[in-house]
């Protein structure tokens, strides 16, 4: 089996595609693929689909909804005399689950792989952190769940997917920087601060690539950009003992020191 949730939604039993094309199947499916191999109780399931107040119907609705996806499974494992679809879409007391292997679902392969690339940069290896976190990176098609209408729970998932998405890219570009590759993550940290103007990281990444490729002006205005979006957004000067501030006070420190060397007569 091999389920992708890290893009549009995507499951497989025998290269034939099992997911329902009908918006509530879908939340089921990918709920319980968020949760292969563990039970999803009925009444999470119940509060995805409807909220807090689910029809008097839910129940038996959502047993209709299993039923559609258990249909998808026979027609993918009509040459597979060894298992049912019962066997693969498992009923357990007030729950349900998806009998699969954590590595048969994309997210798992790709938090293993973030993690093996934060803890090499945390070990100060950064090349071998650098190729991690781009692999792992590479395991996304687009946003979590790009086509599936989420919930309350699966919205929740659908959050958490992308922060850490964020934060993995995060540490490759920090990666990068370590390498010296200055130049080859500029275009990107420039529509990253874009797209996150509160995020202090990112500026700083910016900043420090900016500065190390001879823009130095530039590097010291994101940081001008940074605390006057928090002024005018949060009322919020940025702490003295940010990493942004600290950031700006020894780039400007250099660039000062730098234009004293190049003088005339110096």
Known sequence: MEIKVLGP??????DVCVVPTASKPRQVFAMLALNVGQVVSVPVLMEELWGER??????????????????????????????????????RFNGYLIDAEPRDVDVYAYEDL????????EGGDAERAAGLLREALDVWRGPALADVWTGSRLAVEQTRLEESRLIALESRIEADLLLGRHYSVLGELSVLVAQHPWHENLHV??????????????????????????????????????????????????????????????
């Open 54 to 91: 689910p029809p008097r119907s839910a129940a038996t609705t959502l047993q209709t909804y299993v039923l559609q996806l258990r249909r998808q499974l026979e027609s993918a494992l009509e040459s597979d005399r060894t298992r049912n679809a019962k066997d693969v879409l498992r009923s």
């Open 205 to 266: 990444h910016y900043m420090v690539a900016l500065y190390h490729t001879g823009r130095q002006w530039q590097a010291l205005d994101v940081y001008r950009r940074l605390r006057e979006t928090l002024v005018d957004e949060f009322g919020l000067e940025p702490c003295p003992s940010s990493s942004a501030t600290r950031t700006f006070r020894r780039l400007a420190i250099a660039r000062t020191r730098r234009r004293a060397l190049i003088r005339p007569g110096i």
């Open 9 to 14: 939604l995507d499951g497989r039993v025998n």
């Open 114 to 121: 973030a993690a093996r690339g934060r803890r090499a940069l």
